[in-house]
Structures are given as structure tokens and as C-alpha cells.
């Protein structure tokens, strides 16, 4: 997939990723990986930024921590990054319905006169 | 630096060159250039671990590893706004700090001074001169304009973003504008006190109006090179 197709939507995926527990920046991207079934491939590097970009919102809490002898910055939700990813849930559920909808081939007896 | 830890071990110099490429790329205060590549350092490392563990030597790991992080200039550009709006909102909050110490400090110089028939505070004073009257509300302007500024600054730059239009220009242009802002109000105050020198000293409190001319210059300098520095890094961004 490329970026550009997810371009809007990362910030959601990112938090839906967190939502099962804390995690630094290489599980995230590996979670991407796995969670799509190897269709989302970014740019590792571009994945930090975001998380950044998250943090400054206020909707991850990113923190160092030594486990296992490397530090890595680690990230957690917030509670508002939960509500945001509710939020994000829905339109979605909402967007992808219409569009599901939109995008199938009309009933036959619709499409002629 | 110690909130960065100590160093991590290199991985390897293709590793080291190839985060010395994305830092040459950041501007910056160099602490935030820090924290990111230590960051990026453990991710490149995990991931020359995962793809040690898949059978590659390290060498060849290390060299999967960087072609899964992406260009150097692409990581670099996604993190300038970062550094962009942490460095806007540095700026804007001692703005903000330092502008109500500042003005305190010239409210108590002009108050311990003879310049006219007292009323309350200052801009309420009978009898000033029209050039003190005058200058007094461009300084309100200044000082409204910078606090507005640095206000927007902020709030384009942390958590309020969540419900703003992702504009990376819009916290360094609001800092930018506070500093000039800034610049302004202490500017006046310093040419107000130099036309009161030129015509009456005499009325003046020596040690206070000293003071408050000392804090409006060196506030002055540090101002503009705040403001010029978010230029700079505005003009980084896309």
C-alpha cells in the first residue's frame, strides 16, 4: 500500500496500534507490518515523526526506558488519545460503510430503464 | 543530556553515517536534534537486530535496516516541523514569561519617577506630555500584539493541535510575530526613556528606570534572535 493511500489516516492506525499496550517506535512499525497482513511497509523513519506529532497533541505519552539493555523511547495512549481513537473508530465504521456501499456494482434491475 | 541517557553502543558506521545524514538536514537546538537521533539510533539497532535473527551477518543487517528507515531527507523533513513548533513554543512562552516582568518593571520605573499629575497608572496620568501620551499606547499595541501572538504560538504548537488544521507554519509565523512584538514594546519603552533623558533626567528614578532599560534591551536582543530563528526554521517547512 502506498504511503500516500494511508496519508490521513496514520494517526488513527497509530493509535489503534497503542491500544493494546505501550510499545517503542521499531514494535510499532513491526505491529504495522503484522496487524495488515505485510500491506502497510512505511518508511520506518517516517513512523517517528508522527509519534511525535502525537505527543505534542497530547495524545501519546512517549517516555525512555531501558528494558532489555537498550533504551528506547517508549509510547503509551493517553486518555485522550483512547477518546480520540474511539472518535476515529466510528468515522471510520461510518466512512468505509458509505463507501463500501458507493462503490458496489448496482443491482441489475436498478441500472436498467 | 543525561535525559537522553548515556550514548548507545554505534551500529556500526553505515548506521552512524546514515544518522549523521538525517542530523545534517535538522536545524535546530541541539538538544532536540539529540533526543531524535538517540531515538532513531535504538530503532535502526532493533531493527538490525530483527533482521540479524532472520540469518543476515551484521554488516548486511545493519545496511537492511537503513533501507527499511527510508531516506534520509524524508526522515528529516517529517521531523522539522517538530523541532519547528518545540522551538516556537520555547519562544513563545518566554515571551510571555518575561513580558509582564518587564513591564512591571518600567510600570514601577515610571511610578517612582516625577513625569506627570498621578491618576492611577501610568497611561492614566494627567498633564504627560503628547509624546509619552502617544508612545504609551503604541507600547498597549505592542504588548497586545505579542500576547496574542505568543498566546496563538502556544496553543498551535501543543495539544490544541489536535483540533486545528495540521499547519506546520502557523507556531513559528505566531512566534516570529511575538518576538517582533516584543521587539516593539521594548524598543518604545527605550525611546520614550531616551526622549524623557533628552528633556527632563532630572524627573527621573535613576536605579529603576536603569533597571527596567537594562531588561528592555537585553529582552530586545534575545527577541530578535528568537524571531529571527523561527523564520529560519519557517522557511524550512513546507
Known sequence: ?113 | MSRHGPPEPAGGPAVERYLAEVTARLAGPGRARAGIVAELRSGLLDAADAHRSAGLPPAQAALAAIREFGEPARVADGFRAEIAASQARRVAVALLVTGPLVGLLWIAAASASHLALRLGLPWQWAGSPAGLHLGIHLVAVAVGVTAWAGLLGIAASGRLTRWLPDRPRRAPTAAAVAGFGAMGADGLGLALLAAQLATAPGRLSPALAAAAAVASAARLLLAGRAARRCLALRATLA
Open chain 1, 1 to 113: 500500500m502506498r504511503p500516500e493511500t494511508l496519508k490521513g489516516h496514520l494517526d488513527g492506525i497509530l493509535l489503534a496500534v497503542l491500544d493494546p499496550g505501550p510499545c517503542h517506535g521499531y514494535a510499532i512499525m513491526e505491529a504495522l507490518r503484522v496487524r495488515s497482513g505485510g500491506q502497510v511497509d512505511l518508511p520506518t523513519g517516517t513512523v517517528y515523526p508522527a509519534l511525535h506529532r502525537l505527543e505534542r497533541a497530547g495524545l501519546v505519552k512517549g517516555s525512555w526506558s531501558a528494558a532489555g539493555g537498550r533504551r528506547r523511547r517508549v509510547y503509551q495512549l493517553t486518555p485522550a488519545g483512547r477518546h480520540a481513537l474511539d472518535a476515529e473508530r466510528s468515522t471510520w465504521r461510518d466512512f468505509s460503510a458509505a463507501v463500501t456501499a458507493l462503490l458496489q456494482p448496482a443491482p441489475a434491475a436498478l441500472s436498467s430503464p
